[in-house]
């Protein structure tokens, strides 16, 4: 049976894609995900940088009690994931990643969905997120999503380059 918040949609390929909510005992999964999309980008950020984007199954664990996280699943493996936390009007996307083995799929598009529909529903006026400039491929699925640059901060991330995007809603 299906969870009630979990989204089905068939990926490209033709393989299932389930969005659902994040348990506690899905910090280990949260964690090798996002040091598996972010690898190959390590070189790029500083170490402390790195360590920030890519933490511990502990601190997914600590960060789930400050907000909501989901992942992707295809065929019943975790593909991908994002948290977010509310802040003022707004809420702050973090830790969304997809594999880069799933990218291309639609995960990042249902993850997205989910996480504008929750704010919806909650009220809030706006989604920000922080990003490095390195990631174009994440910076182009956030602009398709209606994200737009800002000169808000964080502008750094333990020596690595942030800037900050803004998505406004109705």
């Excluded at 005992?25 to 920030?52: C, Q």
């Amino acid at each position: 049976m299906m969870d009630p918040g979990q989204q089905v949609h068939k990926d490209p390929t033709g393989a299932n894609l389930q969005i659902r909510a994040a348990e506690p005992e899905d910090a280990e999964a949260i964690a090798a995900v996002l040091l598996a999309a972010f690898a190959e980008f390590k070189a790029l950020y500083s170490d402390g940088g790195f360590a920030a984007t890519t933490p511990t199954a502990e601190q997914v664990a600590g960060r789930m009690a400050e907000g909501p996280v989901w992942l992707a699943l295809s065929a019943g493996s975790v593909v991908g994931t994002v948290s977010v936390v509310p802040k003022g009007d707004g809420m702050y996307v973090r830790g969304m990643a997809v594999l880069p083995e799933a990218r291309g799929h639609g995960a990042g598009d249902l993850l997205l969905e989910r996480v504008e529909g929750f704010a919806r529903a909650h009220t809030h006026r706006r989604l920000f997120l922080s990003t490095t400039p390195f990631l174009a491929r994440a910076i182009r699925l956030y602009e398709r999503w209606g994200f737009r640059r800002t000169e808000e901060g964080p502008h750094d991330l333990f020596g690595t380059p942030l800037f900050t995007m803004v998505k406004e809603l109705d």
